[in-house]
């Protein structure tokens, strides 16, 4: 099951690329059937495992272009935070560079970057171990994944904010993994610079997350 964050950032992207619904996808008749067409040009969805995974072994190339890709965008990131993961992770990062959707219109260029960070934080909250190494790691992987040349305090107190969040949905738990995850934050949590970030943003949805990082940070407190 998705985490609700996780969720709702999915369901906005369907949202914001709703855009490009009328968009008919054509392809190759050597390589796309009627049926396989007809798929795509679907509610996006609906889109199957298998066809996703022969869309994005086709896309921007034999079949479709760029609008095509975009159409059917959220499905597969959808498929790519599933259980077992899609057939074809990775890949996705390949087509994003290739469709350089760091030049996307901004409500898409944000969506889809929030969504690649919620994969990455996923890959931390499942991780066999939980330590300092993996987050310096995982915030160097971010910084290049996103092709952002941020220094470390300008990428921190989001990314620590979201961290409280979900450890803030655990606080029952008794998971010895919960318990040191808690007492790795509370020894690096910065109550006034998680408030200046929330007054700095500029974006709602980043002031949501600070405020709710200070309000789970009142519990563990």
Not at 149 to 177: H, N
Not at 196 to 217: C, G, H
């Amino acid at each position: 099951m998705l985490r609700p964050l996780r969720r709702e950032l999915l369901d906005r992207a369907y949202d914001v690329f709703a855009r490009y619904r009328s968009h008919r996808i054509k392809g190759c008749e050597c390589c796309a059937s009627p049926e396989f067409l007809a798929e795509l040009n679907g509610p996006p969805r609906e889109l199957s495992p298998s066809s996703a995974s022969g869309f994005g072994i086709s896309v921007m190339a034999t079949v479709g272009n760029e609008i095509s890709f975009k159409r059917l965008l959220p499905r597969l990131l959808e498929l790519d935070a599933e259980s077992p993961p899609f057939m074809w992770k990775g890949r996705l990062d390949e087509l994003l560079l290739r469709a350089r959707f760091k030049r996307w219109p901004t409500d898409e260029y944000e969506v889809v970057a929030a969504c690649l960070e919620e994969a990455a934080f996923d890959d931390v909250l499942n991780a066999e171990c939980f330590d300092d190494q993996l987050f310096d790691r995982l915030t160097e992987a971010l910084l290049e994944r996103f092709g952002v040349m941020l220094d470390g305090a300008a990428v921190a107190p989001r990314w620590y904010a979201l961290l409280i969040c979900e450890l803030g949905t655990k606080l029952e738990s008794r998971e010895p993994l919960v318990s040191v995850a808690v007492d790795w934050v509370l020894a690096r949590a910065d109550t006034n610079r998680l408030e200046r970030a929330f007054f700095e943003s500029n974006s709602a949805w980043d002031q949501q997350i600070f405020s709710s990082a200070l309000q789970v940070l009142e519990w563990f407190t």
